[in-house]
């Protein structure tokens, strides 16, 4: 399995953007899709955004589509994903997650999850 390390969470106000990003190590990073999730307090972890092994596919919830975009670069074997107009809604930890092979919105789908990160976002 591949082990993962969440970075750039942090408390920011509404409309303000944060990067977050994910460090892999342990395996083929390029064997594996990646995906964020996130999880509210008292709430199931949900999808956000998930990419391809190679990153010629991204999916996206609906509720982020056009405001968060993740993307990969295999040679630094990292994961990240850029947020920009950011609400309180969007309060959650984040986490960074590997499945190999087949990109999924499946939670359940996914073997290796990092810690996660924390973000708040204050209106």
């Known amino acids: 399995q591949v082990q993962l390390r969440e970075s750039g969470g942090g408390l920011v106000e509404a409309g303000s953007s944060l990067r977050l990003s994910c460090a892999a190590s342990?395996?083929?990073?390029?064997?594996?899709?990646m995906a964020w999730f996130r999880q509210a307090p008292g709430k199931e972890r949900q999808f956000v955004a998930s990419?391809?092994?190679?990153?010629?596919?991204?999916f996206y919830a609906d509720s982020v589509k056009g405001r968060f975009t993740i993307s990969r670069d295999n040679a630094e074997n990292t994961v990240d994903l850029q947020m920009n107009s950011l609400t309180p809604e969007d309060t959650a930890i984040y986490y960074c997650?590997?499945?190999?092979?087949?990109?999924?919105?499946?939670?359940?789908?996914?073997?290796?999850w990092g810690q996660g990160t924390q973000v708040t976002v204050f209106s």
């Open positions: 342990g395996s083929t990073f390029s064997d594996y899709a």
């Open positions: 990419i391809s092994m190679r990153g010629s596919g991204a």
């Open positions: 997650a590997a499945k190999p092979y087949a990109v999924s919105r499946d939670v359940r789908a996914f073997e290796s």
